[in-house]
């Protein structure tokens, strides 16, 4: 069964003041006496238990800073969590960012294969997707050409052609629900909904409090990396919209 499992999962980021902080100045540091770069640990999920199985579309909402992309992103395997576990059963698509990850110097055809070897796919299923991908786009000739000539809408354009391409078992999206100029946009919206009713497990991180009532059944609500409130929808949407009537909740503490 397709599912997500967080035990009791926390993520810890440490953050210097010098940005070229390394392990080899700290040891020089140590070495000379000198005092070594202030460090803060942001806590970005501080104890999470949250089990997600198949058929379930799940919404997280939260205000800015309260852990939402971190989640979606552990879930992702982009952070491992620092401490607890955190376990994917299913093949994952996660939808973040359209334009992140090209290869400047490449042109859109290669990097079509790029993209989707990074995303897990075979030279052969790339192969038998690169037409439709191409056509998708509405890129016609500038797909022979390298990207870096690309307009930034162009360059949306084919990256939300490459990352909606195929079906995945767990679609995991961050604010991400349209793309492109307006003319794309309703067919990219088009897309996206077919693809997450055919996705057999949705997370969905939003601000759009519409989108994930429309799509989600389920809504986790996080706030200072801990989950406040987690059940049906409707619910969990009206007691955060109560909440956050007057007040911004605080953003989380650095240590
Ligand atoms: N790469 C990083 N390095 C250091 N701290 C980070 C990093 N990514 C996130 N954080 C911290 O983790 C916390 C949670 O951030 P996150 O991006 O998950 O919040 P969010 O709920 O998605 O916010 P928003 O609604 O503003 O997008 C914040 O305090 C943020 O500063």
Not at 22 to 29: L, N, T, V
Not at 88 to 115: H, K, P
Not at 147 to 152: G, K, L
Request: with cysteine.
């Amino acid at each position: 069964m397709r599912q997500i499992n967080l035990s009791n999962a926390k993520l810890t980021f440490d953050v210097y003041d010098d940005k070229s902080f390394s392990f080899k100045q700290a040891f020089i540091s140590w070495m000379l006496r000198r005092p070594q770069p202030r460090r803060r640990r942001i806590e970005a999920i501080k104890d999470v238990t949250l089990s997600i199985v198949e058929g379930e579309r799940v919404g997280i909402i939260g205000n800015n800073g309260s852990g939402k992309s971190t989640i979606l992103r552990m879930m992702a395997g982009v952070y491992p969590p620092t401490a607890g576990r955190c376990e994917i059963d299913g093949n994952v698509n996660a939808l973040f960012d359209f334009s992140l990850g090209f290869e400047q110097n490449a042109t859109g055809r290669d990097n079509v294969y790029y993209r989707g070897y990074l995303q897990g796919q075979s030279p052969s299923s790339i192969r038998n997707h690169i037409d439709e991908i191409i056509e998708f786009s509405e890129l016609d000739e500038f797909i022979d050409i390298p990207i870096r000539c690309y307009s930034a809408g162009m360059l949306v354009r084919l990256g939300f052609a490459i990352s909606t391409a195929v079906d995945p078992d767990i679609l995991l999206i961050d604010e991400c629900l349209a793309a492109g100029d307006a003319s794309f946009q309703a067919k990219a919206a088009a897309r996206m909904d077919e693809m997450i009713s055919r996705a057999q497990l949705i997370v969905l991180v939003s601000h759009d409090l519409g989108a994930i009532e429309r799509l989600c059944t389920r809504v986790v609500w996080m706030e200072r990396g801990n989950v406040v409130l987690d059940g049906p929808a409707a619910d969990v949407i009206a007691a955060y919209q109560d909440e956050n009537k007057f007040t911004a909740a605080p953003m989380p503490e650095a240590a």
